[in-house]
């Protein structure tokens, strides 16, 4: 009896601390580029090889443009800042949101031209735990979410009268998804590009596809770790629930070769949708580059949504 108690103890503790091992590489914020799981995070790199040209122009109109410093305090009392390209003829603004572990620049950057000239101007913020944002650990959307909520209340205070578009890029468009139903009145519409259905979700099909046999038993372990540390639950919001209650568009981008989130999640979060949507999808893109397969398609596909859902009563 003896020898099992002490089985189980040491079992249980071993669940525990791989559990804990897993939150703390996937959540925390570590110095300088330090990654370690870069071959996830930056795993689209060798993708974005072929598309350098357009990238690297896009990059260097960004740096060519003239931008503010913004700040704001989170709700839990973390300073965040973000970059503002102001369109001196502006009709609207896009607030951007990054994907995990990246930023603005990398995420953004060969869109942003094709944003300004159709009358946008850009707020490209640091998620918490990213860039210049303070915060020790990445919620995966949870608060994320909220804090994409109070930039779009800050830049409806900063242009009043303006429509906002709120865009993301993988767990910038969770974030997006998951305040869905609690944004500002100014907001107009959703854009969603790869994001997940719930941190849940995606942390169960990670482990599936990445991880050894039976990984996925730990999420109960590594949800605990989440709450404990983080302050955040792996099921605590989802997309699929706050688009149910939206009355916004949202426009989906998602490759149908995506190997870090699948597609489904984006046909089962636009199914969830109690308002009009729009998507958009390359056959053959994996994460995050359905911009760069396919330009000419997407600038048609936003342009329409654009005209129907955000300027439609706005004179240029």
């Known amino acids: 009896m003896t020898a099992v108690f002490w089985i189980v103890g040491i079992l249980a503790a071993l669940y525990l601390l791989i559990s804990l091992v897993i939150c703390i590489l996937a959540c925390r914020r570590f110095a300088g580029q330090f990654d370690p799981l870069s071959a996830l995070t930056h795993a689209t790199d060798k993708l974005l090889a072929p598309y350098h040209e357009l990238i690297d122009a896009g990059q260097a109109w960004l740096r060519s443009q003239p931008y503010e410093s913004v700040e704001m305090t989170s709700f839990d009392g973390l300073r965040l800042r973000a970059r503002l390209f102001e369109n001196p003829q502006a009709k609207g603004v896009l607030v951007a949101c990054h994907g995990y572990r990246s930023d603005g620049v990398r995420d953004f950057a060969s869109a942003c031209r094709f944003y300004?000239?159709?009358?946008?101007?850009?707020?490209?913020?640091?998620?918490?735990?990213?860039?210049?944002?303070?915060?020790?650990?990445?919620?995966?959307?949870?608060?994320?979410?909220?804090?994409?909520?109070?930039?779009?209340?800050?830049?409806?205070?900063?242009?009043p009268g303006q429509p906002i578009l709120l865009a993301g890029i993988s767990m910038g468009a969770a974030s997006v998804l998951m305040t869905a139903d609690d944004l500002p009145d100014s907001v107009a519409a959703l854009l969603a590009d790869c994001g997940y259905?719930?941190?849940?979700?995606?942390?169960?099909?990670?482990?599936?596809?990445?991880?050894?046999?039976?990984?996925?038993?730990?999420?109960?372990?590594?949800?605990?770790?989440?709450?404990?540390?983080?302050?955040?639950?792996?099921?605590?919001?989802?997309?699929?629930?706050?688009?149910?209650?939206?009355?916004?568009?949202?426009?989906?981008?998602?490759?149908?070769?995506?190997?870090?989130?699948?597609?489904?999640?984006?046909?089962?979060?636009?199914?969830?949708?109690?308002?009009?949507?729009?998507?958009?999808?390359?056959?053959?893109?994996?994460?995050?580059?359905?911009?760069?397969?396919?330009?000419?398609?997407?600038?048609?596909?936003v342009s329409d949504f654009l005209e129907k859902n955000v300027f439609h009563n706005i004179s240029i």
């Not at 946008?120 to 994320?144: C, H, M, N, P, W």
């Not at 009009?276 to 596909?301: K, N, Q, W």
């Open 116 to 159: 300004n000239d159709h009358g946008l101007s850009i707020l490209l913020i640091d998620q918490r735990a990213a860039g210049e944002s303070e915060g020790k650990y990445i919620t995966f959307g949870v608060r994320e979410s909220v804090d994409a909520r109070d930039w779009c209340a800050l830049m409806e205070r900063r242009f």
């Open 197 to 301: 259905t719930s941190p849940w979700d995606e942390f169960a099909f990670v482990a599936r596809r990445y991880m050894p046999p039976g990984a996925a038993a730990l999420l109960p372990g590594v949800d605990l770790w989440c709450r404990a540390l983080a302050g955040f639950g792996l099921r605590e919001r989802s997309a699929e629930h706050a688009l149910a209650n939206t009355t916004r568009p949202v426009f989906f981008v998602h490759g149908g070769a995506d190997g870090l989130v699948p597609y489904e999640d984006s046909l089962e979060n636009r199914a969830a949708c109690a308002a009009p949507t729009a998507m958009f999808s390359v056959a053959e893109a994996d994460h995050g580059i359905s911009f760069l397969l396919d330009p000419e398609g997407y600038a048609r596909a």
